[in-house]
């Protein structure tokens, strides 16, 4: 989207969009994506990768959780 963005539209607002839209749906650990140049392609690719971790982290301790009532041990 970023690249999109500078190469057709000549401004950086889709890049800018796109980082603040990853930024809020990977809240909290997405945040570090707002120590980089705002609205560029490693800003947009480091909230994204952030948010895919957490979420993949998130994710991956519910399945523990679920497996571990299954279990019996509470």
């Known amino acids: ?12 607002e889709y890049g800018v969009s796109a980082q603040l839209w990853l ?3 990977g809240m909290p650990l ?5 120590g980089v140049p705002h609205g560029t392609v490693l800003g947009v690719a480091v909230a994204g990768v ?9 994710s991956e301790f519910w399945a523990w959780w679920d497996r571990r009532k299954v279990e019996g041990r509470n």
């Open 1 to 12: 989207i970023a690249i999109y963005g500078t190469l057709f539209s000549g401004h950086g």
């Open 50 to 58: 952030a948010g895919i971790i957490q979420w993949s982290a998130i």
């Open 30 to 34: 997405s945040f570090i994506s707002w």
């Open 23 to 25: 930024t809020f749906t």
